[in-house]
Antibody
Framework: EVQLVESGGGLVRPGGSLRLSCAAS????????MNWVRRAPGKGLEWVSS????????YYADSVKGRFTISRDNAKNSLYLQINSLRVEDTAVYYC????????????WGQGTLVTVSS | NFMLTQPHSVSESPGKTVTISCTRS????????VQWYQQRPGSAPTTVIY?????PSGVPDRFSGSIDISSNTASVTISGLQTEDEAAYYC??????????FGGGTKLTVL
């Protein structure tokens, strides 16, 4: 069974940093592209970042470019998101999601981890 | 870059049929596949339609997807509405910079 479990969220002050993790199991992690998607309170889904299976290509939404860094460790079946210079508008549930083998869509999602940015 | 615009909310009665639209602001709706995700309160999103009109295994055939090139719109239609279908629905596509684009979401209420 495919499982994605996020961790690392919490309450942080504006300007602070957090490192989110996503532990993957039930599939060959190194074969799949992975993504982070967030949902702010009262708002819709927003794609944050993508990383290809071997980390050769990385993409970011304009809203987080320069502040967020996606990475992965295929030996540990883990995906990460380093988030720096946090802003109040970064408050959201952050989901780890697997890109389907065919591409185009996200076929498995974790339950999410909440990041709250507040003074 | 383009945007995907969805109605904020729709409502319908159990047993009826509802269609949720997703209009692409620029470029052809047919240029990249459109997907639809369902997100119930407190749960992670799940895919109900991918590749414009394909259903993942386990998704009932009450869900169908389509695109209309003339209106540059994708749609998901849910027939035989059930109370469990009450959720937010998001369309998603892909731009030329390898960025994923989500619509703003539509809250479906099954009255």
């Amino acid at each position: 069974e495919v499982q994605l479990v996020e961790s690392g969220g919490g309450l942080v002050r504006p300007g602070g940093s957090l490192r989110l993790s996503c532990a993957a199991s039930g599939f060959t992690f190194s074969n799949y592209n992975m993504n982070w998607v967030r949902r702010a309170p009262g708002k819709g889904l927003e794609w944050v970042s993508s990383i290809t299976s071997s980390s050769t290509s990385i993409y970011y939404a304009d809203s987080v470019k320069g502040r967020f860094t996606i990475s992965r460790d295929n030996a540990k079946n883990s995906l990460y998101l380093q988030i720096n210079s946090l802003r109040v508008e970064d408050t959201a549930v952050y989901y780890c999601a697997r890109e389907a083998a065919s591409g185009w869509y996200l076929d498995y999602w974790g339950q999410g981890t909440l990041v709250t940015v507040s003074s | 870059n383009f945007m995907l615009t969805q109605p904020h909310s729709v409502s319908e009665s159990p047993g009826k049929t509802v269609t949720i639209s997703c209009t692409r602001s620029s470029g052809s709706i047919a240029s990249q596949y459109v997907q639809w995700y369902q997100q119930r309160p407190g749960s992670a999103p799940t895919t109900v339609i991918y590749g414009d009109n394909q259903r993942p295994s386990g998704v009932p055939d009450r869900f169908s997807g389509s695109i209309d090139i003339s209106s540059n719109t994708a749609s998901v239609t849910i027939s035989g509405l059930q109370t469990e279908d009450e959720a937010a629905y998001y369309c998603q596509s892909y731009d030329s910079s390898n960025h994923w684009v989500f619509g703003g979401g539509t809250k479906l209420t099954v009255l």
